[in-house]
Nanobody
Framework: QVQLVESGGGSVQAGGSLTLSCSAS??????????MGWLRQAPGEGREGVAL???????NYVDSAKGRFTISRNNAANSLTLQMRYLRPDDTATYHC????????????????RGQGTQVTVAS
C-alpha cells in the first residue's frame, strides 16, 4: 500500500527556516503521474492545504505560504520537499505529505493518501 514518510520537522525561532522531506513508496503508477502536496493541522484546528505540485511541475500555494515556502519534487527519487523560510508562530502544526493520482485542480488539496506527519513548532 502507499506509504508516505515525512521528516525534517523540529522547533525553530520565528524567522527561522526548516526543510521538510517526504519519501513515497508502495504506489502503483509512476511517481511522476501523481500530484503531490503538503497539508498541515494545527492543534485544535482542521487540516488545511499548504502547497501542491502537479504532474507537470506547476505549483500552487495558499496565501499564507506564498513567498515563504517552496515545494519541489524529485521524480527519480520518489520524494517531495517543502522549504520553509521566515517561519511564524502560526506555522506551528503537524505537516503531512499527500498524494493523488493524476493532475490536481489548482488549490484543490483533497488527496486520497496522507502520511503520519512531522511536527513543526515555531517559537515567538
Amino acid at each position: 500500500q502507499v506509504q508516505l514518510v515525512e521528516s525534517g520537522g523540529g522547533s525553530v525561532q520565528a524567522g527561522g527556516s526548516l526543510t521538510l522531506s517526504c519519501s513515497a513508496s508502495g504506489f502503483r503508477h509512476k511517481y511522476s503521474n501523481y500530484c503531490m502536496g503538503w497539508l498541515r493541522q494545527a492543534p485544535g484546528e482542521g487540516r488545511e492545504g499548504v502547497a501542491l505540485i502537479n504532474v507537470d511541475g506547476s505549483t500552487n500555494y495558499v496565501d499564507s505560504a506564498k513567498g515563504r515556502f517552496t515545494i519541489s519534487r524529485n521524480n527519480a527519487a520518489n520524494s517531495l520537499t517543502l522549504q520553509m523560510r521566515y517561519l511564524r508562530p502560526d506555522d506551528t502544526a503537524t505537516y503531512h505529505c499527500a498524494m493523488g493520482l493524476g493532475r490536481c485542480e489548482p488549490n484543490n488539496f483533497v488527496f486520497p493518501y496522507r502520511g503520519q506527519g512531522t511536527q513543526v513548532t515555531v517559537a515567538s
